[in-house]
């Protein structure tokens, strides 16, 4: 693997007035160990196009081309930060492009120029979930990217992990469920980012099932809402949100009214989303 040929991340700080916005979600890693585990941990890279969202100061930018991406394109609203990549877009050639964008509006398929996509990113804590969402309701299945790499907030890592039954299970974990296996591939401490956030984190990687069960996602994500919005509550109340007959609903799903949401396994929301769906309300 080439060597870094560029300075040390924080002279890159310095040197461009890079100081952490809370705002913007801005813990930054310098660690390049750290960052090679991540970009390790995406599996073979070299003939991937990588995205990167929130590469800020480059950190992980470096470590997967040092990795071996073939590609990597980087999505970064904040202005501050692209005079920073541009150096690291000299450095490898025709290796690196740079978007100024916000992650959540750029239709990230569109630059993989013909090569599979992988989604690697230490994630903005404040967008991390509604872009993963994003990921995991993509139309047409199978998905423009293998897998996803994301750097996530310890206790949401284990909300997409989580099993029915457990505090932890709600509407991350069954759409997450539902199209991707998820594991925990390891926990990064807060003093690994500058400034150190409050908790830990842990290093999420997920695989695109590849036939999950047919289901509308958008009907699974307001079915789920409902459900989990008052997880204390029976279906047949939690669901009233939901508007249409709730019991004939529940009853075509095979649940029971007095069932909470909490018990409902991933197979049975789809089935509760697919019978919404048949029932148009
Ligand atoms: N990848 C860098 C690292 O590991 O050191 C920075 C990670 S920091 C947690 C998150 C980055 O996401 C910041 O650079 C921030 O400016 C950027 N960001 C925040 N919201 C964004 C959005 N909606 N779209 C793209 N980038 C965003």
Request: hydrophobic share 45%.
């Amino acid at each position: 693997m080439p060597d870094d040929p560029l300075p040390p991340l924080r002279d890159v700080i310095r040197d461009h007035g890079l100081s952490a916005r809370k705002s913007l979600g801005q813990n930054f890693l310098l660690d390049l160990n750290l960052t090679r585990r991540i970009a390790r941990t995406a599996g073979d890279l070299s003939q991937m196009t990588v995205i990167e969202v929130g590469p800020g100061p480059g950190g992980l930018t470096r470590a997967l081309l040092m990795e071996g991406a073939a590609k990597v394109v980087a999505v970064e609203r904040d202005r501050r930060c692209i005079a920073a990549l541009e150096e690291v877009a000299a450095a490898w050639p025709g290796q690196l492009d740079i978007i100024e964008g916000d992650a959540l509006e750029v239709d990230l398929a569109s630059y993989l120029e013909g090569r599979p996509g992988a989604v690697v990113a230490n994630l903005p804590y404040n967008v991390g979930t509604a872009l993963l969402v994003g990921w995991l309701e993509t139309e047409p299945w199978p998905p423009w990217w293998q897998s996803l790499t994301l750097m996530f907030q310890r206790e949401v890592a284990e909300r997409l992990v989580a099993a029915p039954g457990t505090s932890a299970y709600g509407r991350l974990a069954v759409l997450t469920g539902w199209r991707a296996d998820a594991r925990i591939m390891f926990d990064v401490t807060p003093k690994a980012f500058t400034p150190p956030p409050k908790v830990w984190s842990s290093v999420v990687n997920l695989a695109p099932r590849a036939e999950p069960l047919p289901c509308n996602g958008r009907i699974l994500s307001r079915v789920t809402a409902a459900a989990f919005g008052q997880r204390r509550k029976m279906l047949r109340q939690s669901l009233r949100t939901l508007g249409g007959d709730t019991s004939a609903l529940i009853e075509a799903a095979g649940l029971d009214p007095t069932q909470r949401a909490e018990t409902v396994t991933v197979e049975e929301f789809v089935t509760l989303a697919r019978a919404v769906e048949a029932d148009g309300s």
